[in-house]
Structures are given as C-alpha cells and as structure tokens.
T-cell receptor, first 116, second 117 residues
Framework: AQSVTQLDSQVPVFEEAPVELRCNYS??????LFWYVQYPNQGLQLLLK??????LVKGINGFEAEFNKSQTSFHLRKPSVHISDTAEYFC??????????????FGKGTLLTVNP | GAVVSQHPSRVICKSGTSVKIECRSL??????MFWYRQFPKKSLMLMAT?????????EQGVEKDKFLINHASLTLSTLTVTSAHPEDSSFYIC?????????????FGEGSRLTVL
C-alpha cells in the first residue's frame, strides 16, 4: 500500500515570494507521482506528474517538482507566486505496475494562500 | 488533455429522496472510473471503482446500497445516492483514466456538490 504525507496543511505567503509545498510518500513498489490543484468548488486539475526519467518535472502555471527517491519526496515549488495561485494543492501517488486500476492515494492537501 | 464532465454541478434535495450524478468522459473511453467524496477541508476519499459492464468495487466502509454505481458504457458512469440524508451532503468527484495513455494519470470532473436538507 502507498501513503502520502503533506507536511503543511496551510502555507501563507506574500505575492511574488517563492514557495515550496512539501510531499513525502511511502511505497513498497515503484510509483508515479502527481500534484493536483483544486480551486474552490471545482474539481482537480493536474499541475505536473513524474512517471520516469528526469527527476525535475515542470508543470503548468510555472510550477515544478523534484522527485527524490532516496528521501521519498516530491516537493512542489514556484519561484514567484501570484494571488491567483491561492488554492488547495494535493500530492498523489499511484502504483507504477500497469494493470487497469490506477488508484490514486492522496495526501491531505495544503492550502496555499497568497497575500498581497 | 482528456476531459471529464460531471452533472449536475450542484444539487439540493430533501431528505429521503435519491439523487443521481453523472460522470462522462468526453473525448476518450474509460473502462474504469473512480468516485471520490470530499469533506470540507479534507482530502479526497475513494468511494468506489466503477467498472464498465460489471459491478463496482467499493472501498471498505462505503455502503453499496446507499451509493449505487452504474457504468453502462465506456463514457458514462453514474452515482446514485439513495434515500439521501443530511450527512450525505458532500462534494462528490469522479475521475477517469484515458486507457490509451498508460501513465496512471487520472482526469477529474468538476465535482458535484450535494446538499441534503
């Protein structure tokens, strides 16, 4: 089984400041890793994903994340945030083993609040 | 990217009535869809895996008779909350995997907010 830990439930930052949202996972098998963003009363939108290859993954809206296998982490970063980045961010993991069921296991989410 | 659509986005119903929520994959086929429930300020809880042409697989603790799932075609899954009660009020989100892309990525619907009075 997999599990995901998002260490910060809330992260307040000022506009144009850098931000890092932390995510650690545990799994006995190889995994795929994802970051999703959720705006109020909406579904989830994929920010970026790590499947294989380069450990630095770039996503939409200027976000990037780095897969660190030794530390089992997949932290999300953005060098300069905007007010519009205020949202809930979820880290998720699924098994990298094929098959028809790719169940995602989610972290509890981190609320990023960007203040002017 | 692939698009998943949910309908209705919001529904208010009286206690004791049943409510159906639809989840459609608009530009791809999905043999498997997933239904999640999200409580306020909480993460997503997987309720069940919807399998086209067969019975859904429910997660532990989810009442099968309360949350009926039907996956009648490769582009449509429905969740029916039967005899709804106020404690069933929640945000329900479906997701689907584009089986052409073997990446494990799931595409999510916009969510459906159910309020039971």
């Amino acid at each position: 089984a997999q599990s995901v830990t998002q260490l910060d439930s809330q992260v307040p930052v000022f506009e144009e400041a850098p931000v890092e949202l932390r995510c650690n996972y545990s799994s006995s098998v190889s995994v795929y890793l994802f970051w999703y963003v959720q705006y109020p009363n909406q579904g989830l939108q994929l920010l970026l994903k790590y499947l294989s290859g380069s450990t630095l993954v770039k996503g939409i809206n200027g976000f990037e994340a780095e897969f660190n296998k030794s530390q089992t982490s997949f932290h999300l970063r953005k060098p300069s945030v905007h007010i519009s980045d205020t949202a809930e961010y979820f880290c998720a993991v699924s098994r990298n083993s094929g098959g028809s069921n790719y169940k995602l296991t989610f972290g509890k989410g981190t609320l990023l609040t960007v203040n002017p | 990217g692939a698009v998943v659509s949910q309908h209705p986005s919001r529904v208010i119903c009286k206690s004791g009535t049943s409510v159906k929520i639809e989840c459609r994959s608009l530009d791809f086929q999905a043999t498997t869809m997933f239904w999640y429930r999200q409580f306020p300020k909480k993460s997503l809880m997987l309720m069940a895996t919807s399998n086209e042409g067969s019975k859904a697989t429910y997660e532990q603790g989810v009442e099968k008779d309360k949350f009926l799932i039907n996956h009648a075609s490769l582009t449509l899954s429905t969740l029916t909350v039967t005899s709804a009660h106020p404690e069933d009020s929640s945000f329900y989100i479906c997701s689907a995997r584009d089986q052409r892309a073997n990446t494990g990525e799931l595409f999510f619907g916009e969510g459906s907010r159910l309020t039971v009075l």
